[in-house]
């Protein structure tokens, strides 16, 4: 069964203070690792895909990146206008479900100015 | 352009009653999710369409649970005699790519409270 495991389940931050949430992952083949933000009363928005162990991508503040039992999401300089939860989902090879996002619990971050 | 959008965004049902909720995808989507997010944890699969063919409904907890898109593009997830612990946010997601590998966009939710 396909796992993920985000931490911490909460980070609080100073504006400017970078830091990473991690995402770890078992699954029997990733076909790709997503990234995701929420805001309260809204749905996800999304944010990178990662399909290969060694890619990163990066947006603004945000750089992701990924090895074959995590990902790591990297936080440059927070501003108060990052906080939110943070998803991690993989989607998987096999079992005939290769379409279904499997999530973690998410990282809630606030960023203090 | 416009996103995938959900109505209505609040239900509040009593228990026993049936209710239905709406999704609208971005035009030309040809994969549709429907997700169950409880409180402070990830979104869980529900179910899943390619075009109007069900494919997967492997994720929806009940036979109370039916969700339909009979024309290929606007779905419906319909629960029948609510529970409360159906009480949860209902996210619907779309995604263009049939092979399903593509990125999957979600709605804003549709907020289910059963008294």
């Known amino acids: 069964e396909d796992q993920v495991t985000q931490s911490p389940e909460a980070l609080r931050l100073q504006e400017g203070e970078s830091s990473s949430l991690n995402c770890s992952y078992t699954?029997?083949?990733?076909?790709?690792l997503f990234w995701y933000r929420q805001d309260p009363g809204k749905g996800p928005e999304f944010l990178f895909t990662?399909?290969?162990a060694g890619e990163e991508k990066e947006k603004e503040r945000l750089k992701a990146t990924l090895t074959k039992k995590e990902s790591f999401l990297h936080i440059t300089a927070p501003k108060p206008e990052d906080s939110a939860t943070y998803l991690c989902?993989?989607?998987?090879?096999?079992?005939?479900?290769?379409?279904?996002?499997?999530f973690g619990k998410g990282t809630l971050l606030t960023v203090n100015p | 352009g416009a996103g995938v959008s959900q109505s209505p965004r609040y239900k509040v049902a009593k228990r026993g009653q049936d209710v239905a909720l709406r999704c609208d995808p971005i035009?030309?989507?040809?994969?549709l999710f429907w997700y169950q997010q409880a409180l402070g944890q990830g979104p869980e699969f529900l179910t899943y369409?390619?075009?109007?063919?069900?494919?997967?409904k492997s994720g929806l907890p009940s036979d109370r649970f039916f969700a339909e898109r009979p024309e290929g593009s606007v779905s419906t997830l319909k629960i029948q005699r609510t529970q409360q612990e159906d009480s949860a946010v209902y996210l619907c997601?779309?995604?263009?790519?049939?092979?399903?590998?593509?990125?999957?966009?979600f709605g804003p939710g549709t907020r289910l409270l059963v008294l």
């Open positions: 997601a779309s995604s263009l790519a049939w092979e399903s590998r593509g990125t999957q966009y």
């Open positions: 699954v029997s083949g990733l076909r790709g």
């Open positions: 035009s030309g989507h040809v994969s």
């Open positions: 369409f390619q075009n109007e063919a069900q494919l997967d």
């Open positions: 989902a993989v989607q998987a090879y096999g079992g005939g479900s290769n379409y279904k996002l499997t």
């Open positions: 990662l399909y290969s």
